[in-house]
């Protein structure tokens, strides 16, 4: 896949080891590991990471749809 990909992790998920590990697979991955959460970022942080997924569109917007996605 060469789609840029966000990847959050809470700090105490399971996965959060793997962040490495996708990076690696993944080479337009970035990873944001979140302090002192556990797996359910979504809930547990809302806000933190609106402005995550947001900061993350206004930076790829330009490149989704285009080649560098395979499209």
């Known amino acids: 896949m060469r789609c840029p990909v966000l990847a959050c992790y809470g700090s105490y998920s399971d996965l959060a080891a793997q962040a490495p590990v996708l990076q690696a697979l993944l ?3 970035q990873t944001r590991t979140l302090p002192g959460l ?5 809930v547990d942080a809302p806000r933190l990471m609106r402005s995550y997924a947001l900061a993350w569109i206004r930076e790829n917007t330009p490149r989704i749809g285009t080649e560098a996605c395979g499209a």
């Open 38 to 42: 556990e797996h359910s970022v979504l």
């Open 27 to 29: 080479p337009d991955c």
